[in-house]
């Protein structure tokens, strides 16, 4: 069973070679730092796993199998920020678990992971600790040997300090404290991010050193081209990233991914002008697919929330029979299926083959002949064309009388305004003010929309409770009177948006953004 500890943690090296212990400074000086305690010297082996053409490394993880101290086992780190890292640790044995195995699926695939650095290290270790003994952080000297395990790999050797943070402690105060104190004595922080970066780098065969000097073609600096597949690289990105988020219930994970998608999807259709849609269609299904299955998740996730804070606003005396117990119950039986559902997708071949398939198009871009030309001649009638496509769905809505038939116009209308939103944010970095600002105007009426359509989720919710519990001999007053309230919000939010339409179809909004 995996578990995972948050590692908070700075590294520092010395000034020279010899790595002389007797230059450590006195850390009693730190502030808040009562005593330093020797724990003694322990032998550590360790074995770095990647792909052949490391792309773990390419995304600053590392996964170790490590034998000697005391966890040893199978470590699996992520960055979260500069000095911190999860660590998913499981037990020692031969083959990898498959808890972190799973988690590094999206990035590895199909490739087998093997091992590339042994790092030996010998770890004299010490603890920092406060006036009442508790335990504040761990400082180790490591003396680190190297061995390079590809095929042409050298070896190399260094010794520096680590200061990590005691499990619970957060007060990253000790390690300013620490870091000045080290700095004073001559001892400056690391120029790698962790050991295995420095003994990739260091042992890496010279005919990758050379590679990485490579050339990488594709269309121009500031044409189209290059601005609309930077955009679609960084979601691909974000996909593959949110993953193992996803798989470890990290907050809002589900949601994010699910953004990616919409955004890869949405951005093939608004720059269909620049990359052929004739090729991107079919891999926007399969987007749309995703998205889909994520969405059985997440949707669970907003609906349940938006039914809790109604049911907390309530007095008490219009709460009548286990309504909370009700929701609970209809919560953890959906919720346990979605969950179970979202991972069987991540695990699925078809997941696996969207990514390969993103990736071979993002490799070889099916681009069309305006991807030469410059953003400004191209962006603005694609952000334009879609606010167009918008502006016909809000009047049809808008025209419809109360009902059904307006519902799905107004839903129809929420992911226009989503899609005119997303292809105006893919925009800004290259056009400005104008289009953050246009898309701050179609996030306004996305939101009126979506809080229509969430009501309109909600009430059919509620519908299904209430008959619950009238099958169970409960009260159905409390379900009955948030399908009240449900029905009043979706009335307030369609009053409300001709007014949040007005203001996002301003025409100075639409002449800045195709200014010169």
Not at 159 to 164: D, L, N, P, S
Request: proline share 5%; glycine share 6%.
């Amino acid at each position: 069973m995996a578990d995972t500890k948050r590692e908070i943690e700075r590294k520092f090296e010395f000034t020279s070679s010899d790595g002389d212990q007797a230059r450590l400074p006195d850390l009693t000086r730190v502030p808040g730092v009562g005593s330093v305690v020797d724990k003694g010297v322990v032998e550590l082996d360790a074995v770095y796993y990647d792909t052949q053409d490391l792309r773990l490394d390419a995304d600053s993880l590392t996964l170790r199998r490590r034998t000697g101290g005391a966890d040893a086992g199978w470590h699996l780190k992520f960055p979260v920020t500069v000095g911190i890292r999860d660590e998913i640790r499981a037990p020692l044995s031969d083959r990898l678990p498959p808890a972190l195995a799973a988690l590094l699926r999206s990035r590895v695939r199909d490739a087998e992971l093997v091992p590339v650095v042994r790092l030996l290290s010998s770890r004299d270790v010490r603890h920092l600790l406060a006036d009442d003994h508790t335990l504040l952080a761990e400082l180790s000297i490591d003396t680190v040997r190297a061995e390079g395990l590809r095929e042409g790999s050298s070896s190399t050797a260094w010794t520096e300090i680590e200061v990590e943070l005691a499990d619970g402690v957060a007060d990253e105060s000790i390690l300013d404290g620490v870091e000045k104190r080290l700095r004073k004595a001559g001892i400056r922080p690391s120029t790698s991010s962790s050991k295995l970066a420095r003994a990739l780098r260091e042992t890496a065969p010279k005919q990758r050193k050379a590679a990485k000097g490579a050339k990488n073609s594709g269309p121009a600096e500031g044409t189209a081209g290059a601005h609309v597949l930077g955009y679609l690289r960084a979601q691909r990105d974000a996909l593959v990233a949110l993953d193992p988020a996803v798989r470890r219930e990290l907050p809002d994970s589900v949601h994010q991914m699910r953004v990616a998608t919409r955004r890869l999807r949405s951005a093939f259709k608004s720059y269909a002008k620049i990359v052929d849609r004739g090729v991107t269609d079919p891999v926007g299904e399969e987007l749309k697919w995703l998205a889909a299955e994520l969405g059985v998740d997440r949707d669970q996730e907003v609906l349940t929330e938006r039914l809790r804070t109604r049911i907390a606003a309530l007095p008490r005396t219009l709460l009548l029979g286990p309504v909370r117990g009700r929701l609970r119950i209809w919560t953890v039986a959906r919720r346990t299926g979605s969950r179970r559902r979202t991972v069987a997708v991540l695990d699925g071949k078809r997941y696996l083959a969207l990514l390969a398939t993103l990736d071979t198009l993002l490799a070889a871009p099916p681009l069309l002949p305006p991807a030469e030309r410059p953003v400004s001649d191209v962006l603005p009638k694609a952000v334009l064309k879609d606010y167009d496509r918008l502006a016909g769905r809000v009047h049809t809505a808008l025209g419809l009388a109360p009902g059904h038939e307006r519902d799905l116009a107004l839903h129809e209308a929420r992911k226009a305004a989503k899609r005119a939103r997303y292809a105006a944010e893919a925009a800004a970095p290259a056009l400005g003010k104008a289009a953050k600002k246009f898309a701050k105007r179609m996030k306004a009426v996305q939101n009126v929309l979506g809080d229509h359509q969430d009501s309109v989720v909600a009430r059919d919710a509620l519908r299904t409770l209430a008959a619950q519990a009238h099958a169970a001999g409960e009260s159905a007053f409390t379900w009955g009177l948030l399908y009240g309230q449900e029905e009043a919000t979706a009335a307030a939010r369609e009053r409300e948006l001709p007014e949040v339409w007005a203001r996002a179809g301003a025409p100075k909004l639409r002449e800045r953004l195709t200014a010169p």
